[in-house]
């Protein structure tokens, strides 16, 4: 089972990557098999043909799970995650790929952006989205149980339907 992390922050290293991954690790128990810092593809996300973007589109488009996160920006998720997204065909894009949407913010305040903004243009793409999205605080994604807690309750969920995806014995 292929699974990737796609993180859509305009900082490369981010806290939004940083806990992607963490959600990788403790929904399969190992690393991302591919990791995509979207903001690493640069101006070739600005036009169409860019090899990288490309190249970024075709690895997870061939994912079995991917989480995709962003943190949350003028109360949405970013233009640069956005400008990745529009790369993709539309309801086709994501076939066979079950996502994950992952926000980070400052407070609680957006805490419904990854089930009502991210959601949506996931599946417009294709995707299978089996479980809620996750919204994390930033500053305490690290030492807080949300993570631990979505795995509790999703994980199963989540990991039945990329196994399905992959082709793979649940």
Not at 110 to 126: F, K, T, Y
Not at 148 to 168: M, N, P
């Amino acid at each position: 089972m292929k699974v990737t992390v796609v993180a859509g922050n305009p900082k490369p290293g981010s806290r939004t990557l940083d806990a992607a991954t963490v959600l990788v690790r403790a929904l399969s128990g190992s690393d991302p098999d591919v990791v995509v810092d979207v903001i690493g593809l640069g101006a070739g996300l600005l036009g169409w043909g860019d090899d990288a973007v490309q190249a970024a589109v075709e690895s997870v488009s061939s994912s079995h799970l991917v989480v995709v996160a962003s943190p949350t920006f003028k109360a949405t998720y970013t233009g640069v995650l956005k400008l990745f997204l529009d790369q993709f065909a539309g309801g086709e894009g994501l076939r066979d790929v079950v996502a994950v949407p992952l926000m980070l913010g400052a407070g609680p305040r957006h805490a419904m952006a990854p089930e009502l903004l991210l959601r949506p243009v996931l599946a417009e793409l294709g995707a299978t989205v089996p479980a809620p999205g996750l919204y994390l605080i930033d500053s305490t994604y690290t030492e807080d149980s949300l993570i631990a807690d979505y795995v509790q309750r999703w994980g199963a969920i989540v990991l039945s339907a990329a196994r399905a995806a992959a082709g793979t014995e649940a």
